[in-house]
């Protein structure tokens, strides 16, 4: 069978890490993401990690955690305020306080590049969030307690709400009831309770009436069940922190499907991805991405390709048929993601520069073949022709200084001496007139060869002026 390689520069991405709490290890390359009930928080600046405490941009958590931002440029103070909070902490000092309570920090707030950075955890706890660490996607999930409210979306009064099936009067809060619960955003529990929250098998529907999630709970949270997306998609598999999480199969609307594993919502590890018509790729995912090695293969189960990615960019592809593949959309529920565009355009591109290298050079070795078959003993370099004519002329010279020495001679040896050097001279001249016409030969070679050599350079420089295109495209994108 024969392979076919191609090599494709690429741009890999990579993100801050993080590590909540010391000892815990996160993989180098995951980029640090934070949620604050189940809402992304957006840093200008990434966190920073550093002997295992998590720093994060202060303006931002303590907004979304509802706290007043101030800042002290003299004594180089942070301060987050609300009612019956303050919270104070001083650049480079381990020393920082909660309503006036001196605690010792495991790193101190520092100044990078002029943004202030605190301590992730830290603020979080202080301000009444609970913290989750998904170590297998980098995620800190904080938390609003029961009872409190989220300012990530604004001000929620008080907290869920919850009607029992049980007695009148006082209930056992260990007792499993069947019941109804309300979330803060309206969706609708129906099931088993244990203190009025969300324990055992239940189904949750939206303000529309449509069914969101059926399954078990705990502690108020998603542990395995079926989650039904609003744009058709349906995950069933377990969940950690509400969310999908560790093994699980994702259907997507168009009938492709995705089983594998899963962290904090997205794919995240070992899977198979398998498309409507039946073609499978099988491999490495990150952050819902094909990051790693991906196998390709044909609904007859055919290997077509063996691919390398980071972040859903190709880095190399060695093709184990004769012909050039093309992986599926991995993320069909994103058909107008920017990203998968630009991946698309940027692998038929490059297929097409290394289509049009392939058929020029083609051309041009058929023609190198056709010259040695027309010109045998043609001369593999200059150099070996320029030797070969030069020992030529230098037997020609050698000739004809025999020569001139017997003209002045009369005798019978010097004739036929004579008779016998004019013959050299004349085979001798005969060669040179071979050596000249193989010469042209070894010099179109020499063409041709300069041509390959060019066409070689043009089609570096035409890749690599893709891939530039490409790596600025998809930072733009990022």
Request: with cysteine; proline share 4%.
């Amino acid at each position: 069978m024969k392979l076919r390689y191609a090599l494709l520069s690429a741009c890999l991405l990579s993100g801050a890490l993080l590590l909540p709490k010391p000892g815990a290890a996160a993989a180098a390359d995951k980029p640090i993401r934070v949620f604050l009930d189940n809402k992304q928080i957006n840093f200008e600046v990434d966190p920073v990690l550093e002997n295992g405490t998590t720093l994060v941009p202060f303006r931002p958590i303590f907004e979304k955690l509802g706290l007043e931002v101030g800042w002290d440029e003299e004594t180089q103070t942070v301060t987050g305020t609300k009612e019956g909070l303050t919270i104070r902490l001083v650049i480079d000092d381990t020393e920082a306080s909660v309503n006036d309570v001196t605690s010792t920090l495991e790193l101190a707030p520092r100044l990078v590049e002029g943004n202030t950075l605190v301590p992730l955890r830290f603020v979080s706890e202080a301000s009444g969030k609970d913290v989750n660490w998904v170590q297998s996607s980098s995620t800190a999930y904080l938390k609003s307690r029961k009872g409190s409210s989220s300012t990530s979306s604004g001000s929620v009064d008080g907290g869920p709400s919850s009607t029992s099936s049980g007695g009148v009067g006082g209930t056992d809060s260990a007792k499993t009831e069947k019941g109804d619960y309300e979330y803060p955003n309206g969706d609708k529990y129906t099931g088993q309770l244990v203190g009025g929250v969300p324990e055992g098998k239940g189904k949750v529907v939206g303000a529309d009436g449509s069914v969101i999630f059926s399954g078990t709970f705990s502690n108020g949270e998603r542990v395995n069940g079926t989650l039904y997306y609003a744009n058709g998609d349906k995950y069933t598999g377990s969940f950690a922190s509400d969310l999908p999480s560790g093994s699980g199969k994702l259907v997507y609307k168009n009938g492709d499907a995705y089983e594998g594993d899963f962290a904090g919502g997205v794919r995240e590890g070992k899977g198979t991805f398998t498309t409507s018509k039946g073609e499978t790729v099988v491999g490495d995912f990150k952050n819902d991405m094909k990051n790693g090695m991906i196998n390709y293969y044909d609904k007859k189960g055919t290997l077509l390709s063996v691919s390398e990615y980071t972040n859903d960019v190709l880095v190399s592809k060695v093709e184990m048929t004769d012909e050039t593949s093309v992986l599926p959309n991995t993320n069909p529920s994103s058909p107008t993601d920017p990203r998968n565009k630009e991946n698309e355009r940027h692998d038929q591109s490059v297929n097409d520069i290394k289509e049009r290298y392939n058929q020029s050079k083609k051309e041009l070795d058929d023609q190198v073949a056709q010259l040695r078959k027309n010109n045998p003993g043609a001369y593999s370099s200059q150099a070996t022709y320029d030797k070969a004519l030069a020992e030529a002329r230098d037997k020609e010279t050698e000739i004809l200084n025999k020569i001139n020495a017997l003209t002045s001679s009369s005798s019978k040896a010097a004739e036929t001496a004579m008779a016998e050097l004019e013959k050299q001279l004349t085979d001798n001249q005969a060669e040179i007139d071979r050596i000249y016409a193989k010469g042209v030969a070894q010099q179109q070679l020499e063409s041709l060869k300069e041509q390959l050599s060019r066409l070689k350079e043009d089609y570096n420089a035409e890749l690599k002026k893709e891939n530039d295109r490409h790596t600025y495209a998809m930072k733009q994108l990022k």
